[in-house]
């Protein structure tokens, strides 16, 4: 069964999926245990790179056989038309262009999980813009990943993240740049895992991700990049967002088994550097347009990757996320999702899963207790 991932969709209307809001949901109130370091961006130079005490150093890219190894990420065709109106008499505009994009994911409960073509603990992260029609004439994808895949053949490789930029009119994925990830841990995902994707279209004609990854050398406090060139034209191009953590690659499944609880928050701005509640936008991006109020939450099937959450809040069309403003060029959705597709007993349900105590002596229902998440800012917002 296919789950749609939910998405920012900038504009005043979902023309392309011809829906509608039946209702907004109030935002959960999700928190992270730690927020990332601010660094700063990684150099305007086409590479890979890891920061550390010295700052961003240059780390040698994956091979070419590595990046073929990979199972591409898959991405059917989409139309997104969206338009915003401006002045009077319902006249049109078209939609402002996102230039950057931060995914969070905080793996709350997380028991054994296997993906559907490539074996236990494989997964893929997928932070994901529209189609759109290129400087070539044909329809674009761009899509930034992080892979992981214990069964790779060379063991060294078995990590990565990428940036793809896929022709999809004759199919082409091989404009793929990645950098192999260096695990300082077992494979798969654990309880307290607090990955975040930043992706972000520079004026220099470069596109750039940053991870931030709690299960490498480091951690968190020393990220991973990627940068590469907009081979196709994204900049001015990208309308929509999406994200979450899925299958590995070519159209697989990822399956977590018994009951399992993830925290997804998306944001996506106007406002180059714009990315958490405190920057501002009129500093970083004066005289620019704002986007405010011209996004809406809406879903995404940009991607044949998929897992088996589901929002506890339903499914669209019918359910929605909230979406908020952290301000004027900053949008951002939050829902959890779990294996079942349902808060578990013991907790105080949609759009929360927020562990309610048991009496002294109590018991607390299948799956048992477990730690609300502590309360904390949220700083950002989920192939092979």
Same mark, same amino acid.
Not at 60 to 65: G, T
Not at 99 to 106: A, E, G, I, N
Not at 226 to 251: H, P, R, Y
């Given at each position: 069964?296919?789950?749609?991932?939910?998405?920012?969709?900038?504009g005043?209307?979902?023309?392309?999926?011809?829906?509608?809001?039946?209702?907004?949901?109030?935002?959960?109130?999700?928190?992270?245990?730690?927020?990332?370091?601010?660094?700063?961006?990684?150099?305007?130079?086409?590479?890979?790179?890891?920061?550390?005490?010295k700052?961003?150093?240059?780390v040698?890219?994956?091979?070419?056989?590595d990046?073929?190894?990979?199972?591409?990420?898959?991405?059917?065709?989409?139309?997104?038309?969206?338009r915003?109106?401006?002045?009077?008499?319902?006249?049109?505009?078209?939609?402002f262009?996102?230039?950057?994009?931060?995914?969070?994911?905080?793996?709350?409960?997380?028991?054994?999980?296997?993906?559907?073509?490539?074996?236990?603990?494989?997964?893929?992260?997928?932070?994901?813009?529209?189609?759109?029609?290129?400087?070539?004439?044909?329809?674009?994808?761009?899509?930034?990943t992080?892979?992981?895949?214990?069964?790779?053949?060379?063991?060294?490789a078995?990590d990565q993240?990428?940036?793809?930029?896929?022709?999809?009119?004759?199919?082409?994925?091989?404009?793929?740049?990645?950098?192999?990830?260096?695990?300082?841990?077992?494979?798969?995902?654990?309880?307290?895992?607090?990955p975040?994707?930043?992706?972000?279209?520079?004026?220099?004609?470069?596109l750039?991700?940053?991870?931030?990854?709690?299960?490498?050398?480091?951690?968190?406090?020393?990220?991973?990049?990627?940068?590469?060139?907009?081979?196709?034209?994204?900049?001015?191009?990208?309308?929509?967002?999406?994200?979450?953590?899925?299958?590995?690659?070519?159209?697989?499944?990822?399956?977590?088994?018994?009951?399992a609880?993830?925290? @997804?928050?998306?944001?996506?701005?106007?406002? =180059?550097?714009? %990315? +958490?509640?405190?920057?501002?936008?009129?500093?970083? !991006? /004066? $005289?620019?347009?704002?986007?405010k109020?011209?996004?809406?939450?809406?879903?995404?099937?940009?991607?044949?990757?998929?897992?088996?959450?589901?929002?506890?809040?339903?499914?669209?069309?019918?359910?929605?996320? @909230?979406?908020?403003?952290?301000?004027?060029? =900053?949008?951002? %959705? +939050?829902?959890?999702?779990?294996?079942?597709?349902? !808060? /578990? $007993?013991?907790?105080?349900?949609?759009?929360?899963?927020?562990?309610?105590?048991?009496?002294?002596?109590?018991?607390?229902?299948?799956?048992?207790?477990?730690?609300?998440?502590?309360?904390?800012?949220?700083?950002?917002?989920?192939p092979?």
């Open positions: 069964m296919h789950q749609s991932t939910l998405a920012i969709l900038v005043a209307a979902i023309s392309s999926a011809g829906v509608t809001h039946a209702k907004d949901l109030p935002a959960p109130t999700v928190a992270r245990n730690t927020e990332v370091a601010r660094v700063p961006p990684p150099p305007e130079k086409e590479g890979c790179y890891q920061y550390g005490s700052g961003w150093e240059a040698p890219c994956a091979a070419d056989a990046v073929k190894r990979r199972h591409h990420p898959m991405q059917p065709f989409a139309i997104n038309s969206d915003r109106r401006v002045g009077s008499g319902g006249r049109t505009a078209a939609p262009s996102l230039v950057s994009s931060v995914l969070d994911l905080s793996f709350y409960i997380v028991n054994a999980m296997s993906d559907s073509l490539w074996g236990a603990n494989a997964f893929g992260i997928q932070l994901n813009t529209n189609s759109f029609t290129a400087n070539n004439g044909h329809l674009i994808g761009v899509q930034f992080y892979q992981s895949w214990p069964g790779d053949p060379d063991p060294s078995t993240l990428c940036i793809w930029n896929n022709d999809l009119t004759i199919m082409d994925y091989s404009h793929a740049s990645c950098v192999t990830v260096k695990r300082d841990r077992g494979f798969g995902l654990i309880a307290g895992d607090e975040q994707i930043q992706a972000f279209v520079k004026p220099a004609g470069h750039t991700v940053v991870a931030h990854l709690p299960w490498t050398h480091g951690g968190r406090a020393t990220p991973w990049a990627v940068v590469s060139k907009d081979v196709f034209g994204l900049a001015g191009n990208w309308t929509q967002t999406s994200g979450s953590v899925m299958g590995e690659g070519d159209g697989s499944f990822l399956s977590f088994t018994d009951y609880e993830v925290a @997804t928050t998306l944001n996506a701005s106007t406002c =180059l550097g714009d %990315i +958490t509640r405190s920057d501002k936008p009129s500093v970083l !991006c /004066p $005289g620019q347009g704002q986007f109020p011209t996004a809406m939450p809406s879903y995404s099937d940009i991607t044949n990757e998929d897992s088996n959450l589901v929002p506890v809040i339903g499914n669209p069309p019918t359910n929605y996320p @909230t979406l908020v403003w952290l301000n004027s060029d =900053l949008a951002q %959705i +939050t829902y959890i999702a779990t294996s079942t597709g349902a !808060c /578990p $007993g013991g907790t105080s349900g949609p759009p929360n899963c927020t562990p309610v105590q048991p009496p002294p002596g109590g018991i607390c229902p299948p799956p048992g207790c477990h730690a609300p998440p502590p309360n904390i800012t949220v700083i950002g917002s989920p092979h």
